[in-house]
T-cell receptor
Framework: AQRVTQPEKLLSVFKGAPVELKCNYS??????LFWYVQYSRQRLQLLLR??SRESIKGFTADLNKGETSFHLKKPFAQEEDSAMYYC?????????????FGTGTRLTIIP | GAGVSQSPSNKVTEKGKDVELRCDPI?????LYWYRQSLGQGLEFLIY????????KSGLPSDRFSAERTGGSVSTLTIQRTQQEDSAVYLC?????????????FGPGTRLTVT
């Protein structure tokens, strides 16, 4: 069965400090992993996908199959990073038809 | 162009009543998804449509929940005989479905409160 675990419900970080949001997954096949973000009063939107290996808004995430982790990192936090972050695991033929989400981490950047 | 829209934005209903939630996906998106977000929970997958058919209904929590999609576009999620535990934000998303198009675009959600 697919499962995504985000162990931190709340995370507070000072502006300029590094950020790491943890995500661990359980999946028997080759995983498709995503980070989605929801800013205050906005819709849930895709932040990044592991296959693209992009850096979006300074965030990166590396898939570690040995540790079954997909932690989200940013070296220097900015106030606009305050949001709810969800890690998601894709399933289905193309890896995105059925997303299993974690419970989310609310990130607060302290000015 | 317009994004995914959902209506109503808020719905308060009495226990035992039926409710219908509507989703208008992005034009041209063949796939449509329903999720539920309960207080303190993550997003729970409910059902997925490819065109008008639903290859995966595994997330529907009970037989009180049903969904349909017509014309490959609008979808309706129906909850019969609502219960208090049905109170949640119901999110709809749409996407293209192929090896290159992976992003699901979410609507603003419908907040359902069952009293």
């Amino acid at each position: 069965a697919q499962r995504v675990t985000q162990p931190e419900k709340l995370l507070s970080v000072f502006k300029g400090a590094p950020v790491e949001l943890k995500c661990n997954y359980s999946y028997s096949g080759s995983p498709e992993l995503f980070w989605y973000v929801q800013y205050s009063r906005q819709r849930l939107q895709l932040l990044l996908r592991h296959i693209s290996r992009e850096s979006i808004k300074g965030f990166t995430a590396d898939l570690n199959k040995g540790e079954t982790s997909f932690h989200l990192k940013k070296p220097f936090a900015q106030e606009e990073d305050s949001a709810m972050y969800y890690c998601a695991l894709g399933g289905g033929n193309f890896g995105n038809e059925k997303l299993t989400f974690g419970t989310g981490t609310r990130l607060t950047i302290i000015p | 162009g317009a994004g995914v829209s959902q209506s109503p934005s808020n719905k308060v209903t009495e226990k035992g009543k039926d409710v219908e939630l509507r989703c208008d996906p992005i034009s041209g998106h063949t796939a449509l998804y329903w999720y539920r977000q309960s207080l303190g929970q993550g997003l729970e997958f409910l059902i997925y449509f490819q065109g008008n058919s639903a290859p995966d209904k595994s997330g529907l929590p009970s037989d009180r929940f049903s969904a349909e999609r017509t014309g490959g576009s609008v979808s309706t999620l129906t909850i019969q005989r609502t219960q208090q535990e049905d109170s949640a934000v119901y999110l709809c998303a749409s996407s293209l479905v192929d090896a290159l198009s992976y992003e699901q675009y979410f609507g603003p959600g419908t907040r359902l409160t069952v009293t």
